[in-house]
């Protein structure tokens, strides 16, 4: 008798789920990053500063982390080296802009890592343009 729910996964579903969790997680982020990429277009660059290196440095490369690498990862492309970045971003965020918050504002950026962390060692999936120069990939 087969299971009500089985445990078996067909590659066919697997690369749709990485396909709708890449492109989840990206369009989540974008609506942190949008708003950073719009401060550096108008020139505003205040910003905090929570690893001392300028609010103006800390901001530009809080968004390229999180517009420049969301479209990455929606596009699939260089999908690993996006989610490095994104790992690092989330961290920073994490454990030095609410380092000293309770644990509720650092839930967020903790499950973005842990997203991001699955990407990096899963890949992209087929339905990525990674996917489409990797043809090592099963199914």
């Known amino acids: 008798m087969k299971p009500l729910l089985g445990t078996k996964a067909s590659p066919s579903m697997v690369h749709f789920s990485l396909l709708v969790l890449r492109m989840g997680v990206a369009a989540l982020m974008l609506t942190h ?56 971003n989330m961290l920073v965020v994490t454990f030095f802009a609410h380092g000293a918050d309770p644990f509720g504002k650092k839930e967020m950026p903790l499950l973005y890592f842990l ?25």
């Open 33 to 88: 990053g949008w708003p950073k990429f719009a401060k550096v277009l108008a020139g505003n660059f205040t910003f905090g500063d929570p690893i001392g290196i300028g609010s103006m440095p800390s901001l530009i490369l809080s968004m390229l982390a999180e517009f420049v690498g969301s479209i990455l990862i929606l596009l699939g492309f260089q999908t690993r080296v996006a989610t490095i970045i994104l790992m690092i």
């Open 115 to 139: 997203v991001y962390f699955t990407l990096y060692f899963v890949g992209p999936g087929k339905h990525s343009v990674d996917g489409r120069n990797n043809k090592t990939w099963p199914g």
